[in-house]
Each structure stands twice: as structure tokens, then as C-alpha cells.
């Protein structure tokens, strides 16, 4: 697959997803949204084996949003996560269907300090997080990056949104609400 156009897959995106699972935001979390990439593939699956209602926006909002209830796919959740398998498995709903997520999972082509994130250019990632904010208020938003990924300085417009927690295989870092999210 091309790099262009894709948030990109990385060496040890799986480590990430375990160490979302560490945050306090998580634990909380009965209903989590995670956007379609390969990337947070294991965030979703982890996310039906913890229990928790999976919302992920269909591919570039084409269809909407998906809702995959863990109790519906115990012992598949590795397919219930992919794409394919969240629409076999899970709900095709429109946003006034959509149950209140507690958290927001956003990949990233990087990130910087500041939350600041680049997408892979469509813009729906900043799409998807202003439309959860803007129906359901103020959400924390987690990407999960490989360390490479986390860059000094990402170009920001008024449009963009930012992510609040960036988490990579080695660590967590916590973004000042001062300095954005």
C-alpha cells in the first residue's frame, strides 16, 4: 500500500495500544469511537475485549459511523475490529444514533507537544472529532504514534483539532490544556 493518503501503520503499534489501555480515560470509558486506520486496529480490538461499545467512522464518512457491541462478537473481536468485519458484525447508525463516546482514538501522521496533528490530508479525522465535540461536548483525544512520528512543530489552521494525550510504545505524554487540546 502507498504512504500517501494513509495514516501509516508502525513498528509497535500494538505496544501503543496496550498502553492506551493503562489510561485513566480508558478505564472509564464504557463507549469508545476509534477512526477506521490499520494503525488502531488493535485499539479497537482491545477496545471489545475490555467490554466496551466500539464506535469507528466508515471509511472517509461514506457510510456513516459503525457501532460494534462487545456482547455481539465475544470470541471474534479481532474481525469484529477490521473494517470489514465492523460492518458485517456491528451497526451501520447516523450521528443522532450514535451512543456518547467517552473517548475519541484519532491516528496521526504526526504530532507535536502541542497537539497538533497531521492527518493524512482528507481532513476527516478533524471532521470526526469536531462533530463528537460539537454534539456531544468537550472529549478527551487520544493518537496513538510511533516515537518518529512525534515531530517538533505541525502546521495548524483554525480547523484543525488537537489531540488532548498522545500515546507511542514507549510512553504517554499529556498535553498542557493551555497549549491546545
Known amino acids: 500500500?502507498?504512504?500517501?493518503?494513509?495514516?501509516?501503520?508502525?513498528?509497535?503499534?500494538?505496544?501503543?495500544?496496550?498502553?492506551?489501555?493503562?489510561?485513566?480515560e480508558w478505564k472509564e470509558a464504557s463507549v469508545v469511537f476509534v477512526n477506521p486506520d490499520f494503525a488502531q486496529q488493535k485499539v479497537r480490538e482491545n477496545a471489545l475485549l475490555d467490554g466496551k461499545l466500539l464506535v469507528m467512522a466508515s471509511p472517509k464518512l461514506r457510510h456513516g459511523y459503525i457501532v460494534v457491541d462487545p456482547a455481539?462478537?465475544?470470541g471474534s473481536e479481532s474481525l469484529a475490529s477490521t473494517i470489514r468485519g465492523a460492518f458485517s458484525r456491528g451497526k451501520v447508525v447516523g450521528l443522532q444514533e450514535m451512543p456518547e463516546p467517552d473517548l475519541i482514538i484519532e491516528g496521526s501522521v504526526a504530532v507535536d507537544l502541542k497537539g497538533n496533528r497531521l492527518g493524512k490530508g482528507g481532513g476527516y479525522g478533524d471532521v470526526e472529532i469536531r462533530t463528537l465535540k460539537t454534539e456531544f461536548g468537550p472529549l478527551p483525544v487520544v493518537s496513538t504514534v510511533h516515537e518518529m512520528q512525534v515531530v517538533p512543530n505541525v502546521?495548524?489552521?483554525?480547523?484543525d483539532e488537537r489531540v488532548s494525550i498522545i500515546v507511542t510504545p514507549d510512553r504517554v505524554i499529556c498535553v498542557s490544556k493551555s497549549e491546545g487540546a
Open 1 to 24: 500500500m502507498p504512504c500517501f493518503g494513509h495514516v501509516p501503520n508502525f513498528e509497535g503499534s500494538e505496544k501503543a495500544a496496550q498502553n492506551v489501555r493503562l489510561l485513566k
Open 155 to 159: 502546521p495548524f489552521e483554525e480547523k
Open 72 to 74: 455481539k462478537v465475544k
